[in-house]
């Protein structure tokens, strides 16, 4: 099966390589956001899609036959550190979580590694896109009690899987404003030394958890200030990275993506946006209690982190984590995935897939890991679903590509075909040649 796929990717790297257009024929289509196309075929012109349908015919685009394949759009992991943390015990190779309490100036896309072994890795499972965060995943990491933890760790960027520099990676530059959100913790910590200081009352936690929401108010006031001061033109103006970074959040061209893992905070964050008007994104929510109709009241998007997971609380159904997606599309919520880490970001589609048996209709599973990811972050005019003028990030299966047994038989990055090899297959090719 591999070999075949090999084979594959020779033919299609032939075809393009000396030709700007390129038609594949003969492929059941799955454009996602219309009704599937059998027998059809894709007309890629210089990296985009210039036409769909049954009986295409190109004069001077080389012709590739995929019969029996199934051909959808990319998959977006909508939540990663994927080019940005290599391995996690070797602190030279991981770049988030960077120190300061506020640093929206910090940009993702500018550390991220082209050659990241994790980028070869996640591409070939039919991932083509992935949001890069500046910060790791969890509010475990940043409790309000923390006096110097991170608020406003950076902003994210949308990167496509292929290419040489970031640059020519980067799909769209500071896509969100990255943001874990500060939260009271359910049980205070206890100190782990013998003789340090007695456990801190709720109402001290309480205390220390405002002074937070106080420093958050404060920065978006100097913000505005800083705003129109610069469009005033006054002559004492003094440039500021931080602040000048903000300036598309408040403005609203720029949204924030909350960490906001269970209900306090995730309401909490809802009246921090409509107090400070701005858009907002809540992240890896884990229990949602009951704010799902608050959500889709607001009409405010969600990224999913891990489905297959344990239950948050002891006494929770076994299959809360697993029921969680078809809760926010039975709320009318739309919602994508992400993975929020590295390690398993090419887990994506099996996330996606697990929920798809409770609740959540399979046909809005894979649009949440596409087009639903694609409009939450302002880009479904180029990625997310086949469509005329799009960019051709495509891939070639032998099946549904949420379904674990199916393979990734071909890959197209802004109609570029990618190698599908990776550490993985290059290990398997070793140790599978043992004598």
Not at 212 to 233: C, S, T, V, W
Request: hydrophobic fraction near 45%; include cysteine; proline fraction near 6%.
């Amino acid at each position: 099966m591999r070999s075949q796929a090999l084979l594959l990717l020779v033919a299609v790297s032939a075809i393009a390589a000396d030709h700007e257009s390129l038609l594949i024929q003969n492929v059941t289509i799955h454009p996602v956001t219309s009704a599937e196309i059998k027998g059809g075929s894709v007309l890629i012109v210089d990296g985009k899609i210039a036409a769909i349908g049954t009986k295409l015919s190109a004069r001077g685009a080389k012709v590739f036959d995929g019969k029996g394949l199934d051909l959808y759009p990319g998959l977006i992991n909508a939540g990663s550190n994927v080019g940005l943390s290599e391995i996690s015990s070797i602190r030279d190779t991981v770049d988030i979580d960077e120190i300061g309490v506020f640093n929206p100036q910090l940009k993702a896309e500018v550390a991220f590694n082209p050659s990241s072994e994790h980028v070869q890795i996640v591409r070939a499972a039919g991932i083509t896109t992935v949001l890069s965060l500046p910060s790791s995943r969890g509010e475990e990491f940043s409790p309000a009690s923390a006096v110097d933890a991170p608020i406003l760790p950076g902003q994210g960027a949308l990167m496509h899987l292929n290419g040489w520099t970031w640059e020519e990676m980067a799909l769209k530059r500071g896509a969100a404003l990255d943001m874990l959100f500060p939260i009271i913790p359910s049980v205070p910590r206890r100190e782990q030394t013998i003789g340090g200081p007695p456990q801190r009352t709720y109402s001290e936690l309480e205390r220390e958890y405002k002074v937070k929401l106080e420093q958050i108010a404060n920065f978006f006031e100097d913000a505005r200030r800083y705003a129109h001061a610069k469009a005033a033109g006054e002559p004492d103006f003094q440039p500021d990275p931080k602040l000048e970074a903000m300036i598309p959040v408040i403005e609203g061209r720029r949204p924030i993506l909350v960490r906001a893992g269970k209900e306090r905070a995730i309401r909490d964050a809802i009246e921090f946006a409509e107090k400070e008007k701005v858009r907002i994104i809540i992240a890896d929510p884990h229990d949602i209690g009951s704010t799902a109709e608050l959500l889709a009241k607001h009409g405010i998007p969600v990224v999913l982190g891990e489905t297959l997971t344990l239950p948050l609380k002891e006494d929770d159904a076994y299959d809360s984590q697993y029921a969680l997606p078809g809760q926010l599309f039975k709320a009318g919520v739309k919602f994508c995935f992400g993975t929020f880490d590295v390690e398993f970001a090419r887990n994506l589609p099996f996330q996606a897939a697990a929920a798809s048996a409770f609740g959540l209709p399979p046909q809005d599973a894979l649009k949440a890991v596409t087009i639903n990811a694609a409009e939450i972050f302002g880009v479904a005019d180029q990625i997310g679903s086949i469509e005329k003028g799009k960019l051709a990030d495509l891939i070639l299966t032998d099946g549904d590509p949420l379904e674990a047994t199916t393979s990734i038989k071909a890959e197209f990055i802004v109609g570029k075909p990618v190698n599908l090899e990776s550490r993985h297959t290059r290990l398997y090719e070793k140790w599978n040649a043992r004598p």
